[in-house]
């Protein structure tokens, strides 16, 4: 069982980093817009659009 | 006159030599729009960042400052096929939008401390059954209580705060029974490890509190998107006013950026968009968005002018004054505030069910706690399993069964073209058994119309439409419109109050008044029959035809209201307009009670008398003088087309030129009570079922989970029924 001393640290830091990772991406308005975030995955950068 | 457009007041400096502006944009609607948007301004040089927010249809804009002339922006997306308008996000969006986030932030710290105690929770029962050794057990306790302490301290906040604001007003709300259900919880797992107690209910406070903040994030979502939505449509409206910023030069500016004092110039077939006192000029006005009133007014210099009126024949020069200077705004403003004040005793239905449920389930556990004491039970026991029951009976399920349903109907609502201003609206709506219509604005349209189009050779028409497109008078606005004409004919001269004459193929074409046109008594014919027509005369050579144009009820008004009446619901118009006119719209949509000429203390007075027999009134109005009177009724409509004031006012906004919204609202409303009662009823079976075990003192940390997490589930299943309402009431 000594196996506990460093795995319950590490799923609490694990845990943690989770978190943060949340709440930075909400601190940087990754969740203003969620319906085009979707779309601006798949959109090709390389191709100019054409004229409409 | 060239007229410069000024957006000024809109930029933002950001410092660092950039400037900032916000953008509503019309029609942008999939992601293809969203790149043309972007590349399409990103071409421009100095740009340096062009972004569309997709959600809320909103562009940011970002340049080197003094580089770009912010007008070349607006005019870039009218070459790409977007009307684009800057706006300024009015302070309770900004409050949502902060709200939100704020229960976004709780509602993630609730859920990884959810899912990291569960980590810990699930060897501890699984360890009960098998061969976990004590100490174990009571470190993976205290472990849980690291992670759930904090966080439930951070994500209980919404309920905290709000419970307490509740108990200190001496009230309850749903938050009293949820905090005391956790706090409880919480303690009592505290003292239970310290004795190293085999149960404690960390993860079921902190799961509870995950579970409730997902219905509030909902809620408040769904509320930031229609205020996100309205928002937009206010500022694409565009409103601006053109202002003198010498004694001889005017600069079109955004009604946003006037100032009381300021003096406005007014020019015939303009809609007013400030209130004010006119100063220089005689005209003749329509101030019938304002009162109800079709009739137009005189106004000379003295006279007040609101937002909302339309400017018919002179040249006003009008100064700017502060909201409540005109005697008619201000009645309004007072009557208004006193309405709002008689409202705000409506006590939501979430309310409504805590406050039965509260009692109950608190004189539960005290009575669970007093009968094990009777039974023998040592005092710590009963306790434990008081709170147990507490914890069981918290009303998880109750917190969701509101919010879900809430939250679906206003997507749908959405699609019918209805926006939701206040949350509980929905549910004030379902219990309306009259309508009460104001006429002008809402069962009419708000442009006016050529009624007699089709009575007319359609050459006649386009060439008639073509002479009207040079004049800015409402009536030939009308005409043009009917026509659908594009191009105005060349050489057109306009006489001052009387007409404009121009020549096609060397034949005299003049369009005006019917003496202009020496067509009176065709005019006076037609203005025998019906008491609310304008007219328009139109000659070619000695051809003479004449246009009626009106206000034309909304197409679908009729079968709207017959199919209301069929649901039972009784109608009524109220209107400030004169009694003709009334009459006969009335009698046209087959309604028997209406009232003419009346003020809005008037209409006020009716609407109480109405809510006194017990009646839950719905009023649907647009004007001015409507804006109390939509305070007062138990819950209120309004087209968007209506004043800044009665947009505030009412409950729920409406969009398009039919009426159908209305009974889109009630359909969906009634089947989203429903839903809502449905979802309580289940809420509490569930919990009922859960009871006996809690009392017989059975309930362990898993089953209390199980029970929670189930009925939250069946909730939300339920609460997607909503989604199919759609087709059928369409």
Known sequence: ?52 | MAVTRDFSHYVKDLGAGLAHLDLAVEGVSCAGCMMKIERGLSAIPDVTLARVNLTDRRLALEWKKGAIDPVQFVDRLAALGYKAYPFEPVRAEVVEVEQSQFLLRCLGVAAFATMNVMMLSVPVWSGNVTDMIPEQRDFFHWLSALIALPAAAYAGQPFFRSAFTALRARSVNMDVPISIGVVLALGMSIVETFHHAEHAYFDAAIMLLTFLLVGRYLDQNMRRRTRAFAGNLAALKAETATKFISPTEISEVPVAAIAPGDIVLLRPGERCAIDGKVIEGRSEIDQSLITGETRYVAAEPGTSVYAGAMNISGMLRVRVGVAAEGTLLAEISQLLEKAVQARSRYVRLADRASRLYAPVVHATALLTMLGWVALGASWHDAIVIAIAVLIITCPCALGLAIPTVQTIVAGALFRAGVLLNSGDAIERVADVDTVIFDKTGTLTLPELDVVNAAAIPADVLQLAGRLALASHHPVAAAVARASKAVSPLEGIVEEPGQGVTGLADGVELKLGRPSFCNADRMANEILSTDPEISVVAFSRGQDRYVFAVRQQLRPDAALTIRTLVNRGIAVQILSGDREPAVRLAASALGVLAWRAGLTPADKIAHIEDLKRSGRKVMMVGDGLNDAPALASASVSMSPVSATHLSQAAADMIFLGEGLAPVRAAIDLSRKALLLMRENLVLAIGYNLLAVPIAIAGYATPLIAAAAMSGSSVLVMLNSLRARRVGPEVM
């Open chain 1, 1 to 52: 069982m000594e196996v506990l001393a460093y795995l319950v640290p590490l799923a609490l830091a694990l845990g943690l980093i989770g978190l943060m990772g949340f709440l930075w991406s909400l601190r940087s308005g990754q969740y203003d817009d969620l319906d085009g975030a979707g779309w601006r995955a798949i959109t090709d950068d390389d191709h100019p659009m054409p004229p409409s």
